[in-house]
């Protein structure tokens, strides 16, 4: 077996991830992740007016996909996983595409933004637990109340919105649910893949995966739709959730979460969806409030609270190249 190019290759200091530690770079990717991600839920209301969601979630990932293979094919650095690892991967592509995107785009077909950002609110809990159960991460009371503490302070956020759980949501609620579980699940279990093949190569083949799975569910939709019906406006949406959040946000979650604890990261996340309510309240011109305020307070100080990790609680391991991972294999 050849030797790992772990061998060969000397890291820049500042590319480093170092347990606990937040760099220049971590933050400045969380605050990307961030603000492109506050803009998901409108891209999607765009989308879905005249996209069915079946076929807008699955076109979202080959689209997605197919850049992907673009920028990674002339590089030479699509590394082909072990078999070992195809079950997996296999599992991931339709945990993230069918089963994601469906129950995401259904719910926000029903339910709407505010919804949405309640229901995702929970990712960092999820999350959290999830690391936990993994060994990722340790189980620690500051972690735990620092995720909590996000959630409360994004869901008094919508709650002063205008958050009603009317009868006619509770089915788009329930979809919403699977979709913050299956992201969450997502974003825990392609962890390790990251580092043996890279990022951008684990989307695409997860991608990839789930695409082709759901072709079949994808070429039944589209025999019933009219596709001159769909307004330049949905077009646009679906090519912000394909390229900007697919494969820019994707990417950038996938290289944080190998580079930090999860916790951190999906705790952080939660600053888009009080994000989403202030462009929405820009466009209607209605500002925020003293609730508003309080919110924002309580999902900073739990933002604080998982910024920093000792390095005895999180079990960080390097990623050579986010691109093409540490072995074109197995290590």
């Known amino acids: 077996m050849p030797a790992s190019p772990r061998n060969n290759l000397s890291i820049p200091p500042t590319l480093r991830p170092r347990a606990g530690a937040l760099s220049s770079i971590d933050l400045t990717a ?17 989308a879905v007016a005249t996209i069915p969601p079946i076929v807008g979630g699955i076109l979202r990932f080959t689209m997605a996909a197919i850049i992907i293979g673009l920028i990674l094919a002339p590089r030479k650095k ?43 609110s929970t990712t960092p809990v999820l999350v959290t ?7 990722i991460e340790r189980w620690s009371g500051r972690v735990l109340a620092g995720a909590i503490l996000a959630a409360l302070g994004v869901l008094v956020i919508l709650i002063n919105s205008g958050l ?19 992201w969450s699940g997502y974003l825990v279990f392609s962890r390790d893949l990251n580092g043996r093949y890279g990022s951008l190569a684990v989307q695409f083949w997860i991608f990839v995966t789930g695409s082709l799975i759901s072709l079949p569910l994808l070429i ?3 025999t019933r739709l009219n596709w001159s019906h769909i307004t330049i406006k949905s077009w646009l949406g679906l090519a912000y959730l394909s390229i900007v959040v697919a494969v820019i ?14 916790s951190r990261v999906a705790t952080f996340s939660n600053a888009a969806y009080p994000l989403t309510l202030i462009w929405e309240a820009l466009i209607n011109r209605h500002l925020p409030g003293i609730w508003f ?7 900073l100080s739990g933002m604080a609270l998982t910024l920093y990790r000792p390095a005895a ?4 391991s390097e990623e050579l190249d986010p691109i093409a991972g540490s072995t074109p294999g197995r290590p």
């Open 78 to 120: 699509l590394p082909i996983p072990h078999r070992s690892d195809w079950l997996r991967i296999t599992i991931l592509g339709i945990v993230c595409v069918p089963i994601n995107q469906v129950a995401f785009w259904g719910g926000m077909a029903l339910a709407n933004a505010s919804h949405s950002a309640m229901l995702y």
């Open 129 to 135: 637990v999830m690391a936990c159960l993994m060994h």
């Open 313 to 316: 609680v999180i079990n960080i």
């Open 220 to 222: 039944f939709e589209s």
């Open 30 to 46: 969380l605050v990307t992740i961030t603000l492109l991600a506050s803009f998901t839920a409108i891209a999607v209301q765009w």
């Open 164 to 182: 009603f759980l009317k009868s006619s949501f509770i089915r788009g609620d329930l979809l919403l649910l699977v979709a913050a579980a299956t």
């Open 249 to 262: 946000v994707f990417f950038l979650f996938n290289w944080s979460m190998r580079r930090q604890p999860p």
């Open 293 to 299: 305020l309080l919110g924002s307070a309580l999902l």
